[in-house]
């Protein structure tokens, strides 16, 4: 081919192209974009979040479900009933559901998903849930029942997660990568690092609620490339919008309504409580006074996030704003640090490659350094992290995010927790918390910890994470606010 | 001939086996515990235990490379930790798409920078040379993927005419050709400036030598000189460039797929080593040391073929 005909080729190419660009939005299909891509489909086999915000409660069902408000509602189970020493479940299911390969679904299948998560050679992330779990047992195709060796308040919530979907025995060995469930929506294809497609499940048995006959999810990575996706119209919708300094233009837009909501997500300052100098309190309470949270949340947020003072989620019902308990002090931390000897030391500030966390440690830096105290920053790849900071406990100070819901029995895990902090007044409070099943007294004791772990200044509690979300005008259903990981789709529809 | 090239096909095998030793050594010094990252941090260490046991970590070290240097002799490189599935096949469905990018960036790069740079010599210290020296400061001074988001915005979002990024599939031939449109031109841009300078001067180079005074002198057009005699008189040099762009293009092709999402084995080997997900990262290392290897390789077999007096050494 000579330089003039490649020319032409390329030319033409570029006709050609021009011709087949610009697709439009079908009616009845959401593209949904998301940072973060699956590696497999199985939720119940890999923690990685976005298997569950794309499968969890669309193609595969859960005993029970969870709405935008975090209260739990019947699913696969219709109703239950639990004995009144709290031991004992009896989950009365949903007749007439099946899956999607046709294979009806009834108790046994409860107990196959149940004991495979059990089981000793089980991969299950969030295996702990089920270990107050006794026995699972068929009652009959249509009744199931566990039983408990302790109370746990927090089972029906969390038999809702994508880590306790319901599979089936003959499909649940190809979940990785044929993921096949009761849900609303059935899997129709995965291409790896580009999309993944659902359709409508006509046979679903609430059929007719469900308006969106296709879902694709198209996974992009870098937020500046999701922005232009949407405003080239290649997305109807970005969920979990990964840069909020892009929020502006899009708020500005008639094309698009932008969401700002909350998550489960806790963002910490944790300290090494087990390594000096952070066994001392007053350095910890140094590192309090020294921050100031508006500052960060400007700065690494642009002002999109709320305050936290404690580790539980301002939207949660016994929330207790602590932002107060160390006010941003700069003499008093400086007087601190000196009073502990630490005063122009350097420690290491290790953080993993996240925006929210990147962006915090560098004010956070200034913010200590104005204190007295040079923290040097290291931001480490994911991998690094989570294998040297959170495994090895190599750290002094990190910035992290705590997704889970109910989470503050993190610092009730004793000294081997990567926070290296266990205090037995705390493990407790937390065990009452986890056994108690009246929600007024829950809550009661819900604040009190909070106040314990606020007093302690076990870290410096930041922020709550935010949820930004972009969606096309005219699309709704979407949550503004995630309590859980997953996203319902069932209701999910383009106005008329 | 025969000789140079098997000599060269040993060194070429016995450069991958180091390669290979090497990342075996440096993925099992990485930090990092694979289990956990594919687990999550609220796992418990008993299913963590379980999943090692199933990535076959639970084994001594130097028997692990040895089972994997053996599967991969026959191309097998494992089950990925992450992905769950072979590493061959999800190398196989990600390479067309590199392959593609790679291929048009340096099919343009050649084109655009060959035109140019001979068209610059040609108008030696005429504007037109001037124009093209100055262009190819200018490429050579822009960053592939700035280049890239200011392409998108300008014929993705503003005039839409392209897709901002994504990858149909070669399903549908005429979407497929348009989605690498923008990552091709933002890849090949700053490769065809480094290479149009080059082109320039080893053509001016030739143009210097008295064949081509001759040439002129027995009233061949200008046209013809210019790409019968000089061109492949200067071919040395540029091919050189060449075999190194390549593996440039080849690694850049990994910047340019994160900014366009574009499903290529860039986008693959930077999930494989968040997911600490070894076994994929060393087939896909491995892989991208045999190619800048091979392009190696490749370049000095054209040297033998574009200057006959190499044959005569090298045989």
Known sequence: MTPSALLAATASALALALAFAAPASAAGTARIGLQQEPTVLDPTADATASIDGMLAQNVFESLTTVNEAGEVLPNLAERWEIADDGLTYTFHLVEGASFHDGTAFDAQDVKFSFDRAMAEDSVNPSKSIWAPIASVEVLDPATVRLTLTRKDAFLLFNLAQGDASILAPESADRAKTEPVGTGPFRFVSWTRGDRLVLAKNADWRDAEAVSLDRVEFRFIADPASGAAALMADELDAFPGFGAPEMLPQFEADPRFAVTVGSTEGEVILAMNNARAPFDDPRVRQAVNHAIDRDAIIDGAMYGRAAPIGSFYPPHGPAYLDLTGTWPHDVEKARALFEAAGVAGREMTLRVPPFAYATRSAEIIQAQLAAAGVDAKVETVEWGFWIGEVYKNRNYDMTIIAHTSPNDMGNFARGKDYFYGYQDDAYDALWAAIETEADAQARAELQREAQRFLAEAAVHAFLFQLPKLSVVKAGLEGFWASSPVIFQPLAGVRWAD | ?315
């Open chain 2, 1 to 315: 001939m025969l000789l140079f090239l098997l000599r060269r096909t040993v060194g070429f095998l016995a450069t991958l086996l180091a390669i290979s030793v090497i990342v075996f050594a440096v993925m099992n010094l990485l930090p990092g515990d694979p289990a956990l990252t594919v687990l999550g941090i609220d796992s418990t260490e008993d299913a963590r235990a379980a999943l090692r046991a199933q990535m076959g970590l639970d084994r001594p070290a130097a028997e692990r490379f040895l089972a994997w240097i053996g599967g991969a002799l026959v191309g097998d490189f494992g089950t990925s930790w992450s992905f769950g599935v072979p590493v061959a096949g999800l190398i196989a469905e990600r390479l067309p798409l590199t392959l593609s990018l790679a291929a048009s960036g340096m099919v343009v790069t050649l084109v655009v920078a060959l035109a140019l740079g001979m068209a610059a010599a040609a108008n030696h210290r005429r504007p037109g040379d001037w124009a093209m020296m100055l262009l190819s400061q200018l490429g050579i001074a822009v960053p592939a993927f700035w280049l890239a988001i200011l392409l998108v915005l300008l014929f993705a979002v503003t005039l839409r005419w392209l897709p901002p990024g994504g990858f149909p599939g070669w399903g549908e031939p005429a979407a497929a050709a348009s989605s690498l449109i923008l990552p091709t031109i933002s890849l090949a841009l700053v490769q065809s400036a480094v290479l149009a300078r080059v082109t320039r001067s080893a053509a001016l180079e030739a143009m210097r030598l008295d064949f081509v005074r001759t040439a002129r002198a027995t009233g061949l057009s200008p046209a013809r000189i210019l790409w019968r005699h000089v061109l492949p008189n200067a071919l040395a040099p540029i091919v050189t460039i060449v075999g190194m762009q390549f593996a440039g293009v080849v690694t850049g092709a990994i910047v340019i797929e994160n900014v366009f999402y574009l499903p290529g084995l860039g986008r693959l080997i930077f999930q494989s080593i968040a997911n600490r997900d070894l076994i994929t990262v060393q087939a896909l290392v491995l892989m991208f040391a045999a190619i800048v290897v091979a392009a190696n390789f490749l370049v000095d077999v054209a040297y033998v073929l574009i200057d006959p007096r190499l044959k005569a050494r090298a045989t």
